[in-house]
């Protein structure tokens, strides 16, 4: 149980665009629409999890022999996320902010981290070197422990996002925040692509 623990500490604490999502979500709209992010990673990794845990064997391989055709659309939709994060950061500056409730973050970051390739990479890499499960009650254990790490990890990049967010001086600088994570979350998208090449 440990070791999927810390596997779920690993995916989480790994920098890449879902951090990224979750840091700027925390900086713009707060802790708790921060922390909703953050879950909403954790339940995606659980979902992996629970799937690498009962069916890995099967499934792993099957989805590393079409690796290239699945972090490639995968990467074009990141790049499409970051494009759309700074059009619509740009058009959040000529008009005043509206209140969103902080619950909305969970859906979309836990969709982004579904189809994020490096979330398929990290498992496809690491998930195999876990201990197998021998039911379906430890594949369930197991990958309850692993998304409790992710959890924890995740929702503290949310609070530490809505720290910075506090501690910037207006709107201005929570915008700067935003745009920057969507740069990143843009940047990991290109890379994707040319690297799946």
């Known amino acids: 149980m440990w070791k999927a623990f810390l596997f779920g500490v690993i995916v989480a604490g790994a920098i890449g665009p879902i951090a990224l999502l979750i840091f700027g979500t925390g900086a713009r709209q707060g802790l708790a629409a921060g922390a909703f992010a953050g ?28 690796e290239q055709p699945i972090r490639i ?7 499409g996320l970051g494009a759309w994060l700074l059009v619509a950061r ?12 902080a619950s909305r973050s969970f859906v979309p970051t836990f969709l982004l981290t579904v189809v ?14 876990l201990p197998v499960a ?6 369930a254990g197991l990958a309850f422990a692993l998304a409790a790490g992710s959890a924890l ?15 910037l001086p207006g709107e201005g600088g929570r ?3 935003t745009a920057a994570a969507a ?15």
Do not use: E
Not at 134 to 139: E, K, N, V, Y
């Open 39 to 66: 879950l909403g990673a954790a339940l995606a990794d659980l979902l992996y999890a629970l799937a690498a845990f009962s069916a890995g064997a099967i499934l792993l391989p099957f989805l590393a022999g079409h």
């Open 73 to 79: 659309g995968c990467a074009l939709l990141l790049v």
């Open 90 to 101: 740009a058009k959040a500056s000529k008009a005043p902010a509206v209140p969103v409730s």
């Open 116 to 129: 994020n390739p490096m979330t398929f990479v990290m498992f496809a890499g690491v998930v195999p070197q």
């Open 134 to 139: 021998g039911s379906l009650a430890r594949a």
């Open 153 to 167: 990890v995740n929702v503290a990049i949310g609070g530490c996002g809505a720290a910075l967010g506090r501690a």
């Open 175 to 177: 915008r700067a925040v």
């Open 183 to 197: 740069a990143g979350i843009l940047a990991f998208g290109i890379y994707g692509i040319v690297a799946a090449y």
